[in-house]
């Protein structure tokens, strides 16, 4: 039953079932991350001597719980560790799930001689699924428009530059998996036509989604984040 509704929903043109897809990638700060590094990858307290170079670089923060920060680079020119919180944090309007840093080595040694690694990236940030061409996406319910039969009513705000358009017929649905238990969304947006486009923000544009049957008590989740997480109203 589950084939046949995930073939229906792309025949529909609702996206590619996300048992269909191939393998995602992810991506933090714009760089990939394998996500076997969150499971198997080695902690940074096995950093060998770039690493720990690194750690001592220009305006890199104090990293004090090593053994919870994963290596996702360790080269002579490059360090990239991240790290899973155990609970999801508010960084000013995000909602974010992992800590990433980035420390690169460029420029002539330091006035004491050490190797002049140099901040490169630092914060926080949500494993999002690469989409490709299109641009990633902030998903919530609709609290104007209660679901009705079987659509799902959402808000979708584009996160890339797009002089604060409206992102009303650009939305696309990437991949939709529905399940006794939950309805899987990834949901993407081509990006805005033009070269140059501030980064104002955007608004929320009103989306809506057909299902198989209505949510009734399922969960919808947003599978463009890894974990996934539930969406809900703004």
Same mark, same amino acid.
């Given at each position: 039953?589950?084939?046949?509704?995930?073939?229906?929903?792309?025949?529909?043109?609702?996206?590619?079932?996300?048992?269909?897809?191939?393998?995602?990638?992810?991506?933090?700060?714009?760089?990939?991350?394998?996500?076997?590094?969150?499971?198997?990858?080695?902690?940074?307290?096995?950093?060998?001597?770039?690493?720990?170079?690194?750690?001592?670089?220009?305006? /890199?923060?104090?990293?004090?719980?090593?053994?919870?920060?994963?290596?996702?680079?360790?080269? *002579?020119?490059?360090?990239?560790?991240?790290?899973?919180?155990?609970?999801?944090?508010?960084?000013?309007?995000?909602?974010?799930?992992?800590?990433?840093?980035?420390?690169?080595?460029?420029?002539?040694?330091?006035?004491?001689?050490?190797?002049?690694?140099?901040?490169?990236?630092?914060?926080?940030?949500?494993?999002?699924?690469?989409?490709?061409?299109?641009?990633?996406?902030?998903?919530?319910?609709?609290?104007?428009?209660?679901?009705?039969?079987?659509?799902?009513?959402?808000?979708?705000?584009?996160?890339?530059?797009?002089?604060?358009?409206?992102?009303?017929?650009?939305?696309?649905?990437? *991949?939709?998996?529905?399940?006794?238990?939950? /309805?899987?969304?990834?949901?993407?947006?081509?990006?805005?036509?033009?070269?140059?486009?501030?980064?104002?923000?955007?608004?929320?544009?009103?989306?809506?989604?057909?299902?198989?049957?209505?949510?009734?008590?399922?969960?919808?989740?947003?599978?463009?984040?890894h974990p996934m997480r539930e969406i809900v109203k703004p």
């Amino acid at each position: 039953m589950k084939r046949i509704v995930a073939l229906l929903l792309l025949v529909a043109g609702c996206g590619t079932p996300l048992a269909d897809a191939a393998e995602p990638t992810y991506t933090c700060h714009d760089r990939p991350i394998p996500l076997d590094v969150m499971s198997t990858g080695r902690p940074a307290s096995q950093l060998g001597p770039d690493g720990r170079a690194a750690l001592k670089g220009h305006e /890199v923060r104090p990293v004090k719980d090593l053994d919870k920060w994963r290596i996702v680079e360790e080269t *002579g020119e490059r360090v990239a560790l991240i790290k899973e919180f155990d609970e999801p944090e508010e960084r000013g309007r995000a909602t974010v799930t992992h800590d990433f840093l980035v420390v690169e080595r460029f420029g002539p040694p330091a006035a004491d001689g050490r190797p002049s690694w140099h901040m490169r990236s630092s914060g926080g940030c949500n494993l999002q699924r690469d989409l490709g061409d299109l641009g990633v996406a902030e998903v919530a319910l609709d609290p104007a428009k209660p679901g009705i039969g079987n659509s799902l009513h959402l808000l979708v705000t584009e996160q890339a530059c797009a002089s604060g358009q409206s992102a009303d017929g650009r939305i696309r649905v990437v *991949g939709l998996e529905e399940t006794d238990r939950d /309805v899987r969304l990834v949901i993407g947006v081509e990006r805005a036509p033009g070269d140059l486009h501030n980064c104002l923000g955007n608004p929320a544009t009103p989306y809506t989604v057909e299902l198989s049957r209505p949510l009734g008590d399922r969960v919808p989740r947003d599978a463009g984040l890894h974990p996934m997480r539930e969406i809900v109203k703004p």
